[in-house]
């Protein structure tokens, strides 16, 4: 089975995804290193470091958004400055994040306690996916979801005081990368790509 040791993504939220990613297709997360860049540009930064290091040390996982760029493949064409090793597995979240986290509607609806079919069909068709997921929590009736996840009104906060602890645990306990994947196609890519990864001697 192949083994991920290293990987780079973009941000704080990153991290647990990767793991849970790993983990869904088998591959043992707690062997993986983690390093969070901190931004969209630091991730560019040193992608071209860790696609050489891939090149060494073997299966090396990078997780970024595309945000507004118009397609995954000239974004990686664009900032990798180079070719990209077969051994980086270089996934780019469509948009957002959040738009991996809303494929699972079913999740969020148990979450939530709201109902299904209020939660995004296609969510990586939408243009700004954390604001669609905070308008979804807006839904939740229970206070302390509501307080983590939602800004105050009057302030310009995009999200809530709580909301990358939050978001951490629902990736950790119900999110399901699988059900995601029907709903998400670039989410869908990244789980089999990293299940050839597993699947590697």
Same mark, same amino acid.
């Given at each position: 089975?192949?083994?991920?040791?290293?990987?780079?993504?973009?941000?704080?939220?990153?991290?647990?995804?990767?793991?849970?990613?790993?983990?869904?297709?088998?591959?043992?997360?707690?062997?993986?290193?983690?390093?969070?860049?901190?931004?969209?540009?630091?991730?560019?930064?040193?992608?071209?470091?860790?696609?050489?290091?891939?090149?060494?040390?073997?299966?090396?996982?990078?997780?970024?958004?595309?945000?507004?760029?118009?397609?995954?493949?000239?974004?990686?064409?664009?900032?990798?400055?180079?070719?990209?090793?077969?051994?980086? =597995?270089?996934?780019?979240? =469509?948009?957002?994040?959040?738009?991996?986290?809303?494929?699972?509607?079913?999740?969020?609806?148990?979450?939530?306690?709201?109902?299904?079919?209020?939660?995004?069909?296609?969510?990586?068709?939408?243009?700004?996916?954390?604001?669609?997921?905070?308008?979804? =929590?807006?839904?939740?009736?229970?206070?302390?979801?509501?307080?983590?996840?939602?800004?105050?009104?009057?302030?310009?906060?995009?999200?809530?005081?709580?909301?990358?602890?939050?978001?951490?645990?629902?990736?950790?306990?119900?999110?399901?990368?699988?059900?995601?994947?029907?709903?998400?196609?670039?989410?869908?890519?990244?789980?089999?790509?990293?299940?050839?990864?597993?699947?590697?001697?």
């Amino acid at each position: 089975m192949g083994q991920v040791y290293l990987a780079l993504v973009e941000g704080v939220l990153e991290e647990p995804l990767a793991r849970r990613l790993l983990n869904e297709v088998g591959i043992d997360a707690e062997k993986t290193t983690i390093v969070v860049a901190g931004g969209c540009g630091p991730f560019w930064e040193r992608a071209p470091s860790f696609n050489q290091a891939a090149k060494h040390i073997g299966y090396v996982l990078g997780l970024t958004d595309l945000d507004n760029h118009p397609c995954p493949v000239g974004l990686i064409a664009q900032k990798l400055n180079g070719p990209r090793h077969p051994q980086f =597995v270089l996934r780019i979240q =469509v948009r957002e994040l959040e738009s991996w986290l809303l494929a699972d509607a079913k999740a969020w609806a148990k979450y939530l306690k709201v109902p299904e079919a209020i939660v995004s069909k296609a969510p990586d068709d939408l243009t700004d996916p954390k604001q669609e997921l905070v308008n979804l =929590v807006r839904r939740c009736r229970k206070k302390q979801i509501l307080e983590d996840i939602v800004p105050e009104q009057g302030t310009p906060r995009v999200v809530g005081p709580g909301y990358t602890i939050r978001i951490s645990e629902f990736i950790a306990d119900h999110w399901s990368p699988r059900r995601g994947a029907q709903r998400s196609p670039s989410l869908k890519r990244a789980l089999e790509a990293l299940e050839r990864v597993a699947a590697a001697p």
